[in-house]
Antibody
């Protein structure tokens, strides 16, 4: 079974940092592009970032460029999202998602991030 | 990158069919056959129901179908069932090598 399990979310003050992790299992992690997608409370889905299977190519939404950094460790089957200079508007559930035929499947259960003073 | 445009809500009675539209631009839907659709029940993670405009993943009911014309994609659910009540999102690859989601559509089964 393909499984994605996020961790690392929590409460952080504006301007602070957080690192999210996503442990992947049930598939050959190093063969797939991976994404982060977020969803603010009561709002819709927003694509955040993606990374190529070998980590050599990354892309970001304009709203997070320069503040959030996606990375991966294929030896550990783990995806990361380093979040710096966090803003109140970054408050959301962050989902780790596998790229499958340039679609998002499957999704992790999500990890909540709250940015508040 | 602006979000794709979806109706905020649609509704239908059991057994009926409904269609949800998703309007983009020549920079996303109009340029790529890389539109996908997701179903999200309250408190749950989204689930892929359509990829590459009109393909259903294994295990997804054939009551779900989709298409694209120009810069607008559409999702049709036929034979509505109570379990179809959920939020639905479209997404597309863009020429900025990013992805953009629609704002989401709440489906109510009356």
């Amino acid at each position: 079974e393909v499984l994605l399990v996020e961790s690392g979310g929590g409460l952080v003050q504006p301007g602070g940092s957080l690192r999210l992790s996503c442990a992947a299992s049930g598939f050959t992690f190093s063969d797939y592009w991976m994404h982060w997608v977020r969803q603010a409370p009561g709002k819709g889905l927003v694509w955040v970032s993606r990374i190529k299977y070998d980590g050599t190519i990354t892309a970001y939404a304009d709203s997070v460029k320069g503040r959030l950094t996606i990375s991966r460790d294929n030896a550990k089957n783990t995806l990361y999202l380093q979040m710096n200079s966090l803003r109140v508007e970054d408050t959301a559930v962050y989902y780790c998602v596998r790229d499958w035929k340039t679609a998002f499947d499957p999704w992790g259960q999500g990890t909540p991030v709250t940015v508040s003073s | 990158q602006s979000a794709l445009t979806q109706p905020a809500s649609v509704s239908g009675s059991p057994g009926q069919s409904i269609t949800i539209s998703c309007t983009g631009t020549s920079s996303d839907i109009g340029s790529y056959n890389l539109v996908s659709w997701y179903q999200q029940h309250p408190g749950k993670a989204p689930k892929l129901i359509i990829y590459e405009v009109s393909n259903r993943p294994s295990g997804v009911s054939n009551r779900f179908s989709a298409s694209k014309s120009g810069s607008t994609a559409s999702l049709t659910i036929s034979g509505l069932q109570a379990e179809d009540e959920a939020d639905y999102y479209c997404t597309s690859y863009t020429n900025s090598i990013t992805f953009v989601f629609g704002g989401g559509t709440r489906l109510t089964v009356l």
